[in-house]
């Protein structure tokens, strides 16, 4: 059974840190793209960043580049998300999701195989 299992939510001061890790059950994890959303009321679930199963390459979205960092561990099949210098709008819940043989540039959450339950991210200022 495929489980991606997020941690490290929490609530967090304007220019604070946090730290998402996402445990993977999943075969070959080293085949596949990881990515992470965020997804506040109301909206749709957005693409924060990704990283490819080659290279590995990465990709953020506009609004955390430089802020945030996607980095993955394929020996502890774990993904992570570094957060730096958080903003209010940077409130949201994170999901980690999966997509078998993709690249970092793959923005649609359409194209992910698999997903984990999310947590939440709280920035106050």
């Not at 195989?113 to 939440?120: A, H, L, P, R, V």
Request: glycine letters at 10%; hydrophobic letters at 35%.
């Amino acid at each position: 059974q495929v489980r991606l299992v997020e941690s490290g939510g929490g609530l967090v001061q304007a220019g604070g840190s946090l730290k998402l890790a996402c445990v993977a059950s999943l075969r070959n994890f080293g085949n596949y793209a990881l990515a992470w959303f965020r997804q506040t009321p109301g909206n749709e679930r957005e693409f924060v960043a990704g990283i490819s199963y080659l290279g590995p390459s990465t990709y953020y979205d506009d609004a955390v580049k430089g802020r945030f960092t996607i980095s993955r561990d394929n020996a502890k099949t774990t993904l992570y998300l570094r957060m730096n210098n958080l903003k209010p709008e940077d409130t949201a819940v994170y999901y980690c999701a999966a997509a078998f043989e993709s690249n970092a540039y793959t923005t649609s959450n359409r194209a992910y195989d698999y997903w984990g339950q999310g947590t939440q991210v709280t920035v106050s200022s």
